[in-house]
């Protein structure tokens, strides 16, 4: 059975850091694109990032670019999203999402002062 669980969200102020993770089990996941997408209060699912393989292939939505950067550990069977310099803008919950659709429960930013 496949399983992508987030952590790592939380309330940041504008300016932080966090650093969401998302660990996977059920599947190849170093054979498997996976994504981080998002979605704002009201707002539609907004795609963020992209890595596949050993990570060597990736992209990133270009407005978050300099700001966040994704990753993956494939011994971990984990993907990665570090975000810098967080605005009131990306306060969302955030999934890590397959290729095939299957995805998270979610992990909620806040970025508040």
């Known amino acids: 059975e496949v399983h992508l669980v987030e952590s790592g969200g939380g309330l940041v102020q504008p300016g932080g850091s966090l650093r969401l993770s998302c660990a996977t089990s059920?599947?190849?996941?170093?054979?498997?694109?996976m994504y981080w997408v998002r979605q704002a209060p009201g707002k539609r699912l907004e795609w963020m990032a992209g890595?596949?393989?050993?990570?060597?292939?990736?992209s990133i939505e270009p407005s978050l670019r300099g700001r966040f950067i994704i990753s993956r550990d494939n011994a971990r069977n984990s993907v990665y999203l570090q975000m810098n310099t967080l605005k009131s803008e990306d306060t969302a919950v955030y999934y890590c999402?397959?290729?095939?659709?299957?995805w998270g429960q979610g992990t909620q930013v806040i970025v508040s002062s």
């Open positions: 890595i596949f393989g050993s990570g060597d292939l990736s």
């Open positions: 059920g599947f190849t996941f170093s054979t498997s694109w």
């Open positions: 999402m397959r290729s095939d659709g299957y």
